[in-house]
């Protein structure tokens, strides 16, 4: 049975000339298996660094507090050898960043091949035809081809997709898709949708989902965690974020998009920037003075969400 990732008090911090900066600011939650789990906000808000977090895929320079369990598994203080079993064979990961993920002088089929053979139990030949099903799967018509061929061949959709293919080689139990259709056109964005729904219906594989691609937030995912400033803000089922937007700043992401009236989040008021509490109160059309000086904690929603808003106490 897949287990639970539960993420306990999670802070990441990066030590710069101006002083420590936390990525990721004492972040809880728990992504239940079994389901598609979206984590959304805007560039810089920490959704990336948290999930590299869970396999300790960040450099040297991040200073990382708090617990994720894993099962039984405490994946912080797990040493790293028993680690590397459970990458990739239990907990996949699709990177957003294909060119840093795939070596340019080895050719595709041994990238995808060897992450086959490294956790499981086959052939050289039973992984080929496997990597080859997997990359027809994700578009390509000709998979024998670019198997034959190196990274630096193909353009940069055809490499995201080819993570893509490779995070998902072993059917971990646990995905976790940073960006999945960065840089991708409308078709193709369609065509990875349809995959990873089929990969999760077919081969029952929980996924975390990290995205600015709120479209395909509200089409793949079950849930939805909106993340500001390292912090989670609020959270729901899709439909409930997606549709009836509860947090100011939820709403100003939704409302930005061109098919919700293209109206921009507000910028950072000046006489707001030093304060003491909710971190989005600068940019907040709601706020209060007390918004300034308390953080406001999470407030249960009727409908069984979340959310960090005195709006809602």
Known sequence: MVPDIEIQHLSVCFDTVQGPVY??????????????????????????????????????TARVTGKCFFGPHELYSMPLRQ?????????????????????????????????????????????EAQAAKLLQQFGFEEPERILNQYSFQMSGGMNQRLVSALGLACRPGWVIADEPTKGLDAVIRNQVYTVLRQIYAEHHCS?????????????????????????IIEQGSAEEVMEHPHHPYTAGLIYSLPSRGMVPIPPPDPNRLSH????????????????????PGDYLLPTGGKVRCFLYE
């Open 23 to 60: 990525a990721v600011n004492d972040l809880s939650t728990t992504f239940q298996a079994g389901r598609i789990s979206g984590v959304i906000g805007e560039s810089g808000s920490g959704k990336s660094v948290m999930g590299m977090s869970l396999l300790r895929l960040l450099p040297n």
């Open 276 to 295: 003491s509490g909710c971190p989005f109160y600068p940019r907040c059309p709601k706020a209060t003075a007390r918004c300034g000086k308390e953080k």
């Open 83 to 127: 680690l590397r079993k459970l990458r990739g064979a239990a907990i996949g990961l699709i990177p957003q960043n294909p060119s840093a993920s795939l070596d340019p002088v080895m050719k595709l089929r041994r990238q995808l091949t060897e992450a086959i053979t490294t956790h499981g139990k086959r052939s050289r030949k039973e992984a």
């Open 207 to 231: 996924m975390i989902v990290i995205t600015h691609d709120l479209a395909l937030a509200r089409r793949l995912c079950d849930d939805i965690r909106v993340l500001y400033m390292g912090q």
